[in-house]
């Protein structure tokens, strides 16, 4: 089992930054990537980006690469999502989840088996 707890969301004027944390605890061994997804009123989930804990690789929704960067402490169980450029489109809530089984496609929600309760990301034009 694995706890997961986002932090750092709040209001921010277009082309701003912001960064979200995600700080995973319980069974935390058993985690073997994490990603960021986001939900818009009205709109499905989408994926934002994903680590994965050993080695790192990385990965991005086409509409965030360049923007946003992911990265993970792992002496800490934190994953970050350092946001800049910051459109209002950006606006959702953003989802942190955890994956306890190998998977190749981060991209897809149904690779990941726990996921945080949300931290609401507003941009002002």
């Known amino acids: 089992q694995v706890q997961l707890v986002e932090s750092g969301g709040g209001l921010v004027q277009a082309g701003g930054s912001l960064r979200l944390s995600c700080v995973a605890s319980g069974r935390t061994s058993s985690s073997y990537a994490m990603g960021w997804f986001r939900q818009a009123p009205g709109k499905e989930r989408e994926f934002v980006a994903a680590?994965?804990?050993?080695?790192?690789?990385?990965y991005y929704a086409d509409s965030v690469k360049g923007r946003f960067t992911i990265a993970r402490d792992s002496a800490s169980n934190t994953v970050y999502l350092q946001m800049n450029s910051l459109k209002p489109e950006d606006t959702a809530v953003y989802y942190c989840a955890a994956s306890i089984t190998w998977r190749l496609r981060l991209w897809e929600a149904p690779a990941y088996d726990f996921w945080g309760q949300g931290t609401q990301v507003t941009v002002s034009s």
């Open positions: 680590i994965r804990w050993s080695g790192g690789s990385t």
